[in-house]
C-alpha cells in the first residue's frame, strides 16, 4: 500500500490553467478506473471533485476536469480562480477492497 | 440534509483504546460502503479501513491492521472504528466518508467534520 505520487506544490495566475499528477503503479492506478480527487481548504473536509477518472459530482464546475494516461492520472484546473487555492489529493482503489491516496499537492493561486 | 457526524475523539495514552461513532442521515446507509480517513497534524490524508455496505466485507491499511477493528450498524445507521493498541503516531483527525458504490471503492463524495484523536502520555 505505497502513497501514489504527487508533486508538492503547483501554482498558476488567475485564468491561466494548471495541472496536477498522480503517478501510481499497474495495481492502482493503472488498474482499475477508481481514481478520484479531492479538493481541501485549510481547516475543512476534503470535497470530492473527480470520480472514475473522468467524471465531476454534480455543483463541481467545468473547469475541473480528469483524465488519465497509462499509471498516472492529471487533474486540470482551466480558468484558475483565487477559491481554488487549497490542497488537492487524488485516490485509486488498489483492489481487495483497498484504497490508497496521494501525498497532497498545494495549489497557489499567484 | 445528507449528514455525517463524527464524536469519540479525545486523549488517550500509548497502549490504550477508543471507540470513534459515525452518526448518517439523509441518505440510505445500508447501501453505500463508509470508510475511515485520517489526517494527521500538517499531513496528508491516509486511508484507514473501509466497510461493505452489508458490513460483511472490511479492510484495513497495513499501519492499522489487527488493532483497529471498523463495523456498522445499518439499523442504526452508524459506522464504528474501534481503535486498540494505540500509538503517538495514530494522532490524527479521523473523518468518516461515504464512498459511491456499495464496496469501498475511493469515491467519497459525502464526509463528516472530523473528530480529533491524540495520543499521548
Known amino acids: 500500500q505505497s502513497a501514489l505520487t504527487q508533486p508538492p506544490s503547483a501554482s498558476g495566475s488567475p485564468g491561466q490553467s494548471v495541472t496536477i499528477s498522480c503517478t501510481g503503479t499497474?495495481?492502482?492506478?493503472?488498474?482499475?478506473?477508481?481514481v478520484s480527487w479531492y479538493q481541501q481548504h485549510s481547516g475543512k473536509a476534503p470535497k470530492l471533485m473527480i470520480y472514475?477518472?473522468?467524471k465531476r459530482p454534480s455543483g463541481v464546475p467545468d473547469r475541473f476536469s480528469g483524465s488519465r494516461s497509462g499509471n498516472t492520472a492529471s487533474l486540470t484546473v482551466s480558468g484558475l480562480q483565487a477559491e481554488d487555492e487549497a490542497d488537492y489529493y487524488c485516490s485509486s482503489y488498489a483492489g481487495s477492497n483497498n484504497l490508497v491516496f496521494g501525498g497532497g499537492t498545494k495549489l497557489t493561486v499567484l | 440534509e445528507v449528514q455525517l457526524l463524527e464524536s469519540g475523539g479525545g486523549l488517550q495514552q500509548p497502549g490504550g483504546s477508543l471507540r470513534l461513532s459515525c452518526a448518517a442521515s439523509g441518505f440510505t446507509f445500508s447501501s453505500y460502503a463508509m470508510s475511515w480517513v485520517r489526517q494527521a497534524p500538517g499531513k496528508g490524508l491516509e486511508w484507514v479501513s473501509g466497510?461493505?455496505?452489508?458490513?460483511?466485507?472490511?479492510c484495513y491499511a497495513d499501519s492499522v491492521k489487527g488493532r483497529f477493528t471498523i463495523s456498522r450498524d445499518n439499523s442504526k445507521n452508524t459506522l464504528y472504528l474501534q481503535m486498540n493498541s494505540l500509538r503517538a503516531e495514530d494522532t490524527a483527525v479521523y473523518y468518516c466518508a461515504k464512498d459511491r458504490y456499495g464496496a469501498p471503492r475511493g469515491g467519497f463524495d459525502i464526509w463528516g467534520q472530523g473528530t480529533m484523536v491524540t495520543v499521548s502520555s
Open positions: 472514475e477518472v473522468t
Open positions: 466497510i461493505t455496505g452489508s458490513g460483511d466485507t472490511t
Open positions: 499497474s495495481s492502482d492506478v493503472g488498474g482499475y478506473n477508481y
